[in-house]
């Protein structure tokens, strides 16, 4: 049933009816309600008494629906796995005075913390919707009428946001006890929360002090719950105790990754992975992050699943790299170092509808299915994430209108030089119009971005952001023009076959393949980046790799896709790759 729009039990709405209906203030329920219960500040004020009385003695059981609560990153836990990660805890002898839960939601952890934590003297909550601070008082109520000879520590839930909460003064207040911060803050990012138009952010939302750039390329994009873990961190990492909170795997990549700087004081930092699909209902990579807080900086995480307590692999800060899987990157590590081509991403330009065409029957259609006449000087091929399946590509289906040369410049010779291409862009200005990225603001007409030299070599190597393929492919030109990649792909350009024939065999390599796998997350949104790409040493990768290893690769590519690369460049290949300084240094040795 339902009261307030809150879940309650008949059991306590029973209990209120009957409680509720002796005593006139709210000041002397709370106080009643305190001395039984030990919930402090039951209702905030006279008019929630009221209304709540009111409620249980008509029973008026409300039939509202659930609000769309998705910039609330709601996903509560249920009763069973709040219990199983509480009971886990307490296996390990922790045995915490203090409760913290940072976004109670309905309770679940507060209750599961009751039955599990005999120690506990205090618990907090917070939570910023009020029938989930109703409910978890329900909860509580509930939970010690059924369990009446249970000690009752003092609980205090807190209706408000987190970004308005001081923990600092519970910090303060509580400096020597031993605390347990659980729970499972919101799963919502800034970005998603600025597409919904929502407040529910930090006040200082570019927590982590990014330059305008990574906000557009999305390097600024941040969930919440990792904001609510690292003011917690903030608040209370030289205190005894440990904190246990479930969020996205992402997350607690990024707070391994960011102890380079951050260095907070928390040890045996774990992650024991969930199956959300089965908790939550969602397909997203989730774990319980676990740590000992007031401990010597740790700068990896250990790996469990979290139903067989199997260890999977450590990752983290090794020296001065960051792995996905210290075993195995030890294995390969001596790759790891700067690639000595400049690794790009494709073409960026948020207008699909408009820009990106199909050549049929001599003309070319757009995404809306229109029909149009183009010249051919400023189409390309062009490619997707999802295009670069095969190893060698000569032939693309999609082509792009690509309107500057270098980020920035004029358009307005479109208009003299390419008459048809330039009334086809004017008649669509709208949509160019619509683009929301900042990063078009102030820019000529139909401006593109990530174009350059670089975009026009004609025989690139290409490799997905997205997915999980640890496999490059050669991208040749098409009817002797290059073909383009979109923003979703990284590429390196070369001016000879032969040199991208020779950087792709040293790619897809077993070795690559295997130290690619160790530095890489596969649950990340972009599993490779160009950070990532760059630290791929293909001059340290080609002496993993025997001449006859590379001639019989050239030979299976020129027969499967009729080229005629030979290895007689190999050597001034090897030359460019090597390192100025070093060349200058053999030249005088
Ligand atoms: C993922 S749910 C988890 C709830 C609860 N901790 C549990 O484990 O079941 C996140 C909770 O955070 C609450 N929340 C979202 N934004 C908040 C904010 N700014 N301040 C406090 N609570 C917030 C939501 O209402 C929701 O109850």
Not at 286 to 291: F, I, T
Not at 304 to 313: G, H, I, P, Q, V
Request: net charge positive.
């Amino acid at each position: 049933m339902r009261i307030l729009d809150a879940n309650i039990s008949l059991q306590v709405c029973t209990f209120l009816k009957d409680f509720l209906n002796k005593i006139s203030s709210f000041e002397n329920v709370n106080q009643k309600i305190f001395e039984a219960f030990g919930i402090n500040t039951f209702f905030e004020n006279d008019i929630d008494f009221q209304r709540l009385k009111e409620s249980v003695s008509n029973l008026a059981i409300s039939s509202v629906e659930e609000s769309d609560r998705a910039e609330y990153g709601d996903f509560q836990t249920n009763k069973e796995l709040a219990n199983k990660i509480a009971q886990q805890l307490a296996k390990r002898n922790i045995s915490p005075e203090i409760i913290i839960e940072p976004t109670c939601g309905k309770g679940n952890f507060i209750i599961a913390s009751l039955s599990n934590f005999k120690t506990v003297k205090k618990v907090f909550g917070i939570e910023i919707y009020k029938p989930y601070v109703w409910e978890t008082k329900f909860g509580i109520l509930d939970f010690f009428l059924s369990n009446p000879n249970t000690y009752k520590p003092e609980i205090t839930i807190t209706h408000c946001s987190i970004f308005d909460f001081d923990f600092k003064s519970i910090s303060k207040q509580f400096p020597t006890e031993k605390l347990l911060i659980i729970g499972n803050p919101p799963w919502v990012t800034n970005s998603k929360l600025g597409g919904l138009n929502s407040s529910n952010l930090p006040k200082k939302s570019n927590f982590k002090n990014q330059n305008g750039l990574d906000a557009i390329t999305g390097k600024g994009n941040f969930d919440i719950a990792e904001y609510i873990t690292l003011t917690l961190l903030d608040a209370f990492q030289t205190h005894n105790g440990y904190l246990a909170l479930l969020v996205k795997n992402s997350v607690i990549k990024n707070i391994v990754f960011d102890q380079k700087d951050n260095k907070y004081r928390v040890g045996e930092i774990e992650k024991y992975c969930i199956d959300s699909k089965k908790e939550f209902n969602v397909s997203v990579e989730a774990a319980l992050l676990y740590c000992q807080l007031n401990s010597k900086p740790s700068f990896e995480s250990t790996e469990f699943d979290f139903y067989s307590l199997e260890k999977r692999l450590v990752f983290g800060w090794l020296n001065n790299k960051f792995v996905s899987n210290l075993t195995n990157y030890n294995k390969t590590k001596e790759i790891d170092g700067v690639c000595p081509f400049e690794w790009r991403q494709g073409i960026k330009h948020d207008c699909a509808n408009i820009m990106e065409l199909e050549r049929v029957n001599g003309h070319f259609v757009n995404k809306l299915s229109e029909e149009i006449k183009l010249e051919e000087d400023l189409i390309y091929g062009f490619l997707k994430s999802s295009d670069l399946k095969n190893t060698v590509i000569k032939n693309t289906r999609k082509h792009v209108i690509v309107t500057q040369t270098k980020v920035g410049q004029e358009t307005s010779y479109i208009q003299h030089l390419y008459p048809d291409t330039y009334n086809y862009l004017k008649i669509n200005i709208s949509s160019f119009q619509a683009r929301k990225s900042s990063i078009y603001n102030g820019k000529p007409q139909f401006s593109i971005f990530g174009i350059g030299d670089y975009s026009f070599k004609p025989y690139k190597v290409a490799i997905s952001g997205l997915y999980k393929t640890y496999h490059f492919t050669l991208v040749l030109p098409q009817n002797n023009k290059p073909i383009m990649l979109d923003d979703t792909c990284y590429f390196i350009g070369f001016d000879k076959i032969e040199y991208a024939v020779y950087a792709i065999i040293l790619l897809n390599s077993k070795t690559t393949e295997a130290f690619l796998k160790s530095i890489t997350f596969s649950d990340a949104k972009r599993v490779f980046t160009k950070d990532l790409l760059m630290r791929l040493d293909l001059l340290s990768i080609s002496k993993t790799i025997t001449q006859k290893e590379i001639e019989k690769q050239i030979i299976y590519l020129n027969n499967k896709y009729s080229l005629s690369v030979k290895l007689s460049d190999w050597d001034s290949f090897i030359n460019e790759m090597i390192p100025k300084k070093e060349k200058q240094l053999t030249l005088f040795g």
